[in-house]
């Protein structure tokens, strides 16, 4: 296939999280993130409640205009535009297609009878233009997964598998509740569909590999169907691989989040453990420009694995992890703090290993659980830091019979 020497680059943070495209009017949410208006507002009136990107629960449901962003995206809009090379002007724009259009279109995809790659192309532009489009296409979610199994026993073209996944991603705020339907379609439907979002993993651009996972994520709704994911050969480390080979924000928090989705049965978070995604995580840690949601997924991660005796080791062993967990501690957010307590109580106090309780000593953590006491936490974290303190008592005896009891001067902020 003969392709455009010309690509023109579009910058992360001007695509939609959910939609993937350019936003025309950005809104940021409480928790910080921006989104395109009308595809955040599609999945807060689906009665979601949590931040799409970090999974957070929503404080607020309001959101505000990121009236710099917009202007930086017109400026560059208009640079694109008004650019000799780029090709592009009003006369060579595409008219809209109409739902009818659409559904012929659809039609001739069912058929197969002839390349669907420009049938594809179009889909896509009718799924940008509205809502609406987004909820037509919805519909026909069997059509456009069906175009994966392409009948010949072998692998789709990559370009293929891109352009599907590209319209799944449009149309996923669409489902609402009805996301079973489609991890049915893909995960127990009479093709293979999944190795098929595995090539584009492998093979993929960085945006298709973002894509992938965040349709991962959303099929990932019960115990059975995140199994079938996480046990699909070579699908782990390519998500892994995303996690950490990319510089890219909307890259990592994609690949952490649909590892967060998969990660339930103990033989999954041994195998992620043996592939080094403790090592990884603990640089993630340690990085001072990680943004508050890749803090926060990483953390959560570290707790999930924390949970069986291979993570327990592995964090231990790190000289990176401990020391960034205690760091962290207080420092980024309620949900960040709690994660970082979980792990420290499992290591510290359940297990009592010896080598992380020497290193949250080393790194200051005793003063941080003294502040977290007094801090507003809840009451589970309160007593978990009960428990630790217990622990450094007996274990440092000298460091707290120097210290003075009487706490209540110290603020946690």
Sequence with gaps: MVRNDLYITVPSFFKCPISLDVMKSPVSLCTGVTYDRSSIQRWLDNGNNTCPATMQVLLSKDFVPNHTLHRLIQLWSDSVQNSPESGVSPATTSPSLSQEQARALINNIESRTDNCLDFLSKIIAFAKDSDENREFLAKFAPVIVGVLGNGDGG??????VEQVVRVLCLTLT?????EEELMRLILKGKRDYLSSIVLALKKGSLDLRIGSARVLQFIAVDAESK??????EGLLPELI???????DSSAINAGLSCLIAVLMPRRIKVQIVRLGMVQILGKLLSQSSSSVSITEKVLKLLEMVSTCTEGRTEICEDPICIPAIVQKMLKVSKSATEHAVVILWSVCHLFRVQKAQEAVMKNNGLTKILLLMQSNCSSVVRQMSGDL???????SKSCLSSYDTKTTHIMPF
Excluded: C, H, Q, W
């Design 389 to 395: 303190l217990k622990i450094f008592r007996v274990n």
């Design 155 to 160: 692998d789709p073209e990559i370009e293929v």
């Design 174 to 178: 669409e489902y609402g509740d009805k």
């Design 241 to 247: 691989r995303l996690v950490s080979s990319e510089t």
């Design 227 to 232: 199994l079938m994911i996480a046990e699909k």
